[in-house]
């Protein structure tokens, strides 16, 4: 009980720190919530729907999140072009002509407020609201942030999805192009080495085994035919005749020819032709060539008939050794080509491979272009039409008959609240930071001293007059002086209206 009265002695004795900080706090509350403008607040939801269009038929060629684009609608909408252009067309503020650019920007972004949904599985809403001093001022204003946003949107879509198509258009006529000029590249490849394809390297490869063959077969043919053409000519020689007759025993002069003629190859092998010995020989050997003639039936003498059957046989022989030499010289000549063909074949097909892959690779490039093209003009038409993804008005924005804030009996009220809270709150802390000894406990607990008498500190009556003049006259100072200052900041500065609106604007906030 004791320490009840100390500290209620205590407030009362401080009691003017109280009324001081909760009376001023209470009349600025009062002053406030007074003199605050009336705000009309406009609001609209938006809701972006899904393609009209099921997405397994055809699909939009502008995909993006949901999330992401309410994201890039707000700070489109908050941009400082828009807000000055909306602000200075439906002429919001009643001072626009005195404000500048920067003060207009930031009070249209603290007036807007720009809600959306944020959950996952939240369905995508939009919400904003706009802050006035007029109902129909904030429903022009929202009104004017829809029709900007649904034409920021659909310009948005419709020139994604036609740079979509333009970028796929511009593509598919250069892989075009360029698989043009490959195929202009293999054609011009095989044009130039058509006798060394690869694809034909067998053929060439048997064609040459056969011309090898027939070269061999050519050259076996001439050497048959030369010899035969030496041993017609030795057989002429010998016997007159171009032809041998069929087998028949020799007559003596024939074998007594031949013993002769080999008689004179040994002869000519150790003696000269001067030498008598081969003269005798010779006019031996004529002499048995004469007999043999005779007994051939030819006369003596008469060398015409053999000599002509042994000029046409050798005329034919050579003929046919001479079409053989050609036939090898033509043949020879198709070897060395086939050779430089099947030569040049490796580094053709490698560079024929080449090429293919990379027309393959273009037209592979060039099949998924087309595609995409298909599905780039699908997507366009689909924007187009307005087809795709849309933003929708769920609640379009209402003229408020009625101001929507500030609350003035609210804010009245918690401000006197505040002014006791604090006034309480000063005289705790200025007792907390008191550490003077007041009461006989005091100097027991601090000092362990039990005094024997205790006597209080005494004033005189002038004392406490002097005391409550000056409580008395701070106080009032106070009641008076407040709202004196408030009546000349609104009549000679600016009113309280405008004042609190510019404020609210300039940190953002709004009552």
């Known amino acids: 009980m004791t320490d009840a009265r100390f500290y209620l002695s205590l407030f009362f004795r401080r009691s003017h720190y109280f009324l001081l900080i909760s009376m001023v706090v209470a009349a600025v509350a009062v002053t406030v919530a007074m003199t605050l403008p009336p705000a009309y607040v406009a609001q609209t939801r938006l809701l972006i729907e899904a393609p009209q269009i099921p997405a397994e038929l055809a699909t939009s060629t502008v995909n993006q999140p949901v999330q992401e684009q309410l994201q890039i609608i707000e700070q489109r909408?908050?941009?400082?072009?828009?807000?000055?252009?909306?602000?200075?067309?439906?002429?919001?503020?009643?001072?626009l002509a005195r404000m500048n650019a920067d003060e207009i920007v930031r009070a249209m972004r603290a007036r807007t407020d720009i809600r959306s949904a944020g959950a996952r599985d939240a369905a995508p809403l939009m919400s904003i609201s706009f802050e006035a001093t007029s109902g129909t001022r904030a429903a022009r204003v929202l009104n004017e942030y829809l029709t900007l946003i649904q034409r920021d949107n659909v310009t948005f879509r419709t020139a994604r999805a036609g740079q979509t198509l333009e970028f796929f258009e511009r593509e598919v006529a250069r892989l075009g192009e360029e698989l043009d000029r490959q195929s202009a590249r293999i054609l011009a490849l095989k044009t130039e080495n058509s006798d060394a394809l690869p694809d034909a390297l067998q053929f060439r490869l048997t064609q040459q085994a056969s011309l090898q063959e027939r070269l061999s077969q050519i050259s076996r043919d001439i050497s048959m035919l030369t010899a035969q053409r030496e041993r017609t000519v030795e057989m002429f020689h010998a016997t007159g005749r171009t032809t041998t007759a069929p087998a028949r025993a020799l007559t003596p002069q024939e074998r007594e020819l031949e013993r002769m003629q080999g008689e004179l190859d040994d002869l000519l092998l150790v003696l000269s032709e001067e030498n008598p010995r081969v003269r005798m020989a010779r006019a031996r050997i004529?002499?048995?060539?004469?007999?043999?003639?005779?007994?051939?039936?030819?006369?003596?003498?008469?060398?015409?008939?053999?000599?002509?059957?042994l000029d046409v046989q050798l005329a034919e022989l050579d003929t046919r050794i001479a079409l053989l030499r050609e036939q090898q010289a033509e043949t020879e000549v198709r070897l060395d080509a086939l050779g430089d063909a099947i030569a040049r074949t490796p580094a053709n097909m490698i560079a024929l491979d080449e090429l293919n892959r990379t027309y393959e690779n273009l037209q592979q490039q060039y099949n998924t272009a087309v595609d995409r093209l298909a599905r780039a003009s699908t997507g366009d038409r689909i924007e187009a039409l307005s087809q795709g993804q849309r933003i929708s008005v769920i609640e379009p924005p209402a003229t408020p008959d009625e101001p929507t804030k500030p609350n003035r009996v609210l804010i009245a009220g918690g401000g006197s609240v505040l002014g006791v809270m604090l006034g309480l709150g000063f005289i705790v802390l200025l007792e907390v930071l008191n550490r003077t000894a007041r009461r006989p406990e005091d100097i027991?607990?601090?000092?362990?001293?039990?005094p024997l008498a205790v006597i209080p500190h005494m004033r005189t009556r002038r004392e406490v007059l002097g005391k409550r003049f000056v409580r008395s006259f701070v106080l009032t100072a106070i009641l008076l002086g407040v709202p004196l200052a408030v009546y000349a900041v609104h009549q000679f500065y600016l009113p309280l209206d405008l004042l609190a609106d510019r404020a609210m604007d300039r940190i953002g906030v709004r009552w």
Request: hydrophobic letters at 40%.
């Open 77 to 95: 909408l908050m941009t400082r072009a828009n807000l000055l252009d909306i602000a200075r067309r439906t002429e919001v503020f009643d001072d």
């Open 286 to 309: 004529e002499q048995l060539e004469a007999a043999v003639r005779r007994q051939a039936g030819v006369p003596v003498g008469d060398d015409n008939g053999g000599l002509s059957m």
């Open 444 to 450: 027991v607990n601090r000092l362990g001293v039990q």
